[in-house]
């Protein structure tokens, strides 16, 4: 199973951008899945996750009202929408899961390459 992580790129302070990560095999329409960051020097962390069926989304205290996280199954596909960015978003983000209840990093079995984004004040 491979992941694709896409639409990442510079954009200023209080802009605006949309990831999309792409799931080889339909296999992950079962999961949760989620979208992490790594920023220079930094821990891989967690920024939102959504349920199998897309019901419920879940969202790191630093991304809450700004992010949003959706999914079509459809299209075996995982978006992450994020506005208002701030510096301190600058990183690579990575697309992954399944997402366990804790939202760590652990028991994830499948990562995408990641897509890097700077948000230049």
């Known amino acids: 199973v491979q992941l694709q992580a896409s639409g990442g790129g510079l954009v200023q302070a209080g802009g605006s951008l949309r990831l999309s990560c792409a799931a080889s095999?339909?296999?992950?329409?079962?999961?949760?899945m989620g979208w992490f960051r790594q920023a220079p020097g930094k821990e891989r962390e967690f920024v939102a996750a959504?349920?199998?069926?897309?019901?419920?989304?879940y969202y790191a205290e630093s991304v809450k009202d700004r992010f949003t996280i959706s999914r079509d199954n459809t299209k075996n596909m995982v978006y992450l929408r994020m506005n208002s960015l701030k510096p301190e978003d600058t990183a690579v983000y990575y697309c992954?899961?399944?997402?366990?209840?804790?939202?760590?990093?652990?028991?994830?079995?499948?990562w995408g390459k990641g897509t890097q984004v700077t948000v230049s004040s």
């Open positions: 959504i349920t199998q069926s897309g019901g419920t989304a």
């Open positions: 095999e339909r296999t992950l329409s079962s999961y949760a």
């Open positions: 992954g899961g399944p997402v366990g209840s804790d939202h760590g990093t652990n028991g994830i079995l499948y």
